[in-house]
């Protein structure tokens, strides 16, 4: 029971500081977004991630799992998809309505939990990084 890490992309999964924070955040954040009997969907920012100068933004979402045993799952764990970032760059993430509008449009295809995978994760990445700071750019 608790979080499992499912796919990250450009961490160190052999750094044991970081690794700590990741599992601790996904205490944190999933028992206080998805408590009791209701999961909130959607982006929530900005949180503290660890004890640097590190920031994260969260968007949650149930996604199919058929592997999930579970009864209160019911074969669809709640995921939580972090951005890790550093405190400078806050400023590009401004923007909610334009930041969620990027996990949705990628999310939308997902309909297993498999579905997240490298190419999922690099395409999210490329699409935040270039939308954004072309955003930030413009205005």
């Known amino acids: 029971m608790g979080p499992t890490l499912h796919k990250s992309f450009n961490i160190d999964q052999d750094d044991p500081q970081y690794m700590k924070e990741i599992y601790m955040s996904g205490m944190l954040y999933s028992s206080t977004l998805g408590q009791g ?26 996604i199919f799992d058929p592997s999930q045993k579970q009864k209160r799952i019911a074969e ?26 990027i996990f949705q449009k990628n999310i939308k295809n997902v309909a297993y939990i498999e579905d997240i995978n490298a190419t999922f994760l690099t395409s999210l990445s490329n699409d935040i990084m270039h939308d954004l700071t072309t955003y930030w750019i413009k205005n």
């Open 76 to 101: 669809s764990p709640y995921v939580l998809l972090y951005l890790v970032f550093r405190q400078n760059m806050s400023p590009i993430f401004y923007d909610r309505d334009k930041v969620e509008a």
């Open 37 to 62: 009997q209701h999961y909130y969907e959607g982006l929530f920012d900005p949180f503290t991630f660890g004890e640097g100068n590190l920031r994260s933004i969260v968007f949650s979402k149930t």
